[in-house]
């Protein structure tokens, strides 16, 4: 089996760096480069084992620069997203009775037959696989995540969903999940997640995946009531109140309608307790 060269991959995307911060990102490169090396004698779980590893230490790196700086880990993120993915899929398929569109209920069942809920788990984990070779710096400055930013710290950021299913297209058995990896920050008609310009901007509607579509909410969702370097933290009930609005034109409107049903199952006493993985503790 001819062995892919990594760095071949991401040459162009790494070449945006400057040099900057490479030996930052050298160990995930480094350890990403042993998988596709030794994919014939890696198992499944030992594949994404390695790649949780890697987060965490990207985390460790992130917590010692952060100082200041509020920022749910890389880690506890993609497995908060992956988690109530996962759920939420698995709610709009046992109550598609509640779903008026006809076209949701046509999605889910198709997503529903390439692995469903796993498939959604799988793919949400791996979301945000690339901001694992994107500089600490850049990562914790809220003003590279602004729509009016225009340097080449923003089109790093951007460029996350693509190079993130450039890279999982790499690694056997987990090159189906790409597809989802790169269409999860597309904008339902013209406007991107959290406000931004879509990205890669190929696909509208439909087009995208469910599985993007899903990740797409589920990510605006625990960005928004996580400390995040571009938003404040605000509590369930804001995000409820405001979802359809700031959602518009941004996240498929079908699954905003069933997304607070799915919340109302964390609802206690008035208030809600949405379970969050928070294993890293942040400054």
Same mark, same amino acid.
């Given at each position: 089996?001819?062995?892919?060269?990594?760095?071949?991959?991401?040459?162009?995307?790494?070449?945006?760096?400057?040099?900057?911060?490479?030996?930052?990102?050298?160990?995930?490169?480094? /350890?990403?480069?042993?998988? $596709?090396?030794? %994919?014939?004698?890696?198992?499944?779980?030992? =594949?994404?084992? @390695? !790649?949780?590893? &890697?987060?965490?230490?990207?985390?460790?790196?992130?917590?010692?620069?952060?100082?200041?700086?509020?920022?749910?880990?890389?880690?506890?993120?993609?497995?908060?997203?992956?988690?109530?993915?996962?759920?939420?899929?698995?709610?709009?398929?046992?109550?598609?009775?509640?779903?008026?569109?006809?076209?949701?209920?046509?999605?889910?069942?198709?997503?529903?037959?390439?692995?469903?809920?796993?498939?959604?788990?799988?793919?949400?984990?791996?979301?945000?696989?690339?901001?694992?070779?994107?500089?600490?710096?850049?990562?914790?400055?809220?003003?590279?995540?602004?729509?009016?930013?225009? /340097?080449?710290?923003?089109? $790093?950021?951007? %460029?996350?969903?693509?190079?993130?299913?450039? =890279?999982?297209? @790499? !690694?056997?058995? &987990?090159?189906?999940?790409?597809?989802?990896?790169?269409?999860?920050?597309?904008?339902?008609?013209?406007?991107?997640?959290?406000?931004?310009?879509?990205?890669?901007?190929?696909?509208?509607?439909?087009?995208?995946?469910?599985?993007?579509?899903?990740?797409?909410?589920?990510?605006?969702?625990?960005?928004?009531?996580?400390?995040?370097?571009?938003?404040?933290?605000?509590?369930?009930?804001?995000?409820?109140?405001?979802?359809?609005?700031?959602?518009?034109?941004?996240?498929?409107?079908?699954?905003?309608?069933?997304?607070?049903?799915?919340?109302?199952?964390?609802?206690?006493?008035?208030?809600?307790?949405?379970?969050?993985?928070?294993?890293?503790?942040?400054?």
């Amino acid at each position: 089996m001819a062995v892919v060269s990594l760095n071949n991959v991401l040459e162009d995307h790494l070449k945006i760096y400057n040099n900057i911060g490479l030996n930052e990102i050298k160990f995930f490169i480094d /350890g990403l480069q042993d998988i $596709i090396d030794s %994919q014939e004698k890696m198992v499944h779980e030992g =594949i994404f084992s @390695l !790649i949780i590893k &890697l987060m965490q230490q990207k985390d460790e790196l992130l917590i010692k620069q952060a100082k200041e700086v509020k920022f749910e880990g890389l880690y506890d993120h993609s497995w908060n997203v992956k988690e109530h993915s996962g759920r939420f899929f698995r709610f709009l398929y046992k109550n598609q009775r509640q779903i008026e569109d006809d076209d949701l209920k046509e999605d889910i069942k198709k997503l529903y037959g390439i692995g469903g809920k796993a498939t959604v788990y799988n793919s949400a984990l791996l979301h945000d696989i690339y901001k694992l070779l994107i500089p600490n710096w850049i990562l914790l400055d809220k003003n590279n995540f602004e729509e009016k930013s225009n /340097g080449y710290e923003k089109t $790093i950021i951007e %460029q996350h969903p693509v190079a993130g299913a450039k =890279i999982i297209d @790499l !690694i056997k058995d &987990l090159e189906r999940f790409a597809e989802f990896v790169k269409y999860h920050h597309e904008g339902f008609t013209n406007y991107g997640v959290n406000g931004r310009t879509p990205y890669p901007g190929e696909l509208t509607g439909r087009d995208i995946p469910l599985c993007s579509r899903i990740i797409s909410l589920v990510d605006d969702f625990i960005s928004r009531i996580s400390d995040r370097p571009y938003n404040s933290k605000m509590s369930v009930e804001e995000y409820i109140i405001r979802l359809e609005e700031d959602s518009r034109g941004k996240l498929d409107p079908s699954l905003v309608k069933m997304f607070p049903k799915y919340l109302e199952k964390f609802s206690k006493n008035g208030s809600y307790e949405v379970p969050l993985n928070k294993t890293i503790h942040t400054v």
